[in-house]
């Protein structure tokens, strides 16, 4: 059964960081591009961050740049977001996907779950 397991999310204070984890059972992660979004109340979904199948080329929103490092362990075949210095503008539930392709864009095929980032002093 494909299934993509997002977790790491909780509450911090401003200034704070989180390390989300996304791993992959059923399918192979190395195969695909993988990224991950967000959606705050009220608003779209957006990307955040995107990585390759190789982990040699990745992208972030201008909102999380500097802020936010997406990596990938296909060995242990689950991707992780390293977010720093964390605001109230991050506070959204974080979904990770992986797109048909190796390189990022287009269209995502299997979503995880969502995981609940919460900033707030």
Same mark, same amino acid.
């Given at each position: 059964?494909?299934?993509?397991?997002?977790?790491? !999310? !909780?509450?911090?204070?401003?200034?704070?960081?989180?390390?989300?984890?996304?791993?992959?059972?059923?399918?192979?992660?190395?195969?695909?591009?993988?990224?991950?979004?967000?959606?705050?109340? !009220?608003?779209?979904?957006?990307? %955040?961050?995107?990585?390759?199948?190789? !982990?040699?080329?990745?992208?972030?929103?201008?909102?999380?740049?500097?802020?936010?490092?997406?990596?990938?362990?296909?060995?242990?075949?689950?991707?992780?977001?390293?977010?720093?210095?964390?605001?109230?503008?991050?506070?959204? %539930?974080?979904?990770?996907?992986?797109?048909?392709?190796?390189?990022?864009?287009?269209?995502?095929?299997?979503?995880?779950?969502?995981?609940?980032?919460? %900033?707030?002093?």
């Amino acid at each position: 059964q494909v299934q993509l397991v997002g977790s790491g !999310g !909780g509450s911090v204070q401003p200034g704070g960081s989180l390390r989300l984890s996304c791993a992959a059972s059923g399918f192979t992660l190395a195969t695909y591009a993988i990224g991950w979004f967000r959606q705050a109340p !009220g608003k779209e979904l957006e990307e %955040v961050s995107c990585i390759n199948s190789v !982990g040699d080329n990745a992208d972030h929103a201008d909102s999380v740049k500097g802020r936010f490092t997406i990596s990938r362990d296909n060995a242990k075949n689950t991707v992780f977001l390293d977010m720093n210095n964390l605001n109230s503008e991050d506070t959204a %539930v974080y979904y990770c996907g992986t797109y048909v392709h190796s390189e990022c864009g287009g269209e995502v095929h299997y979503w995880g779950k969502g995981t609940q980032v919460t %900033v707030s002093s």
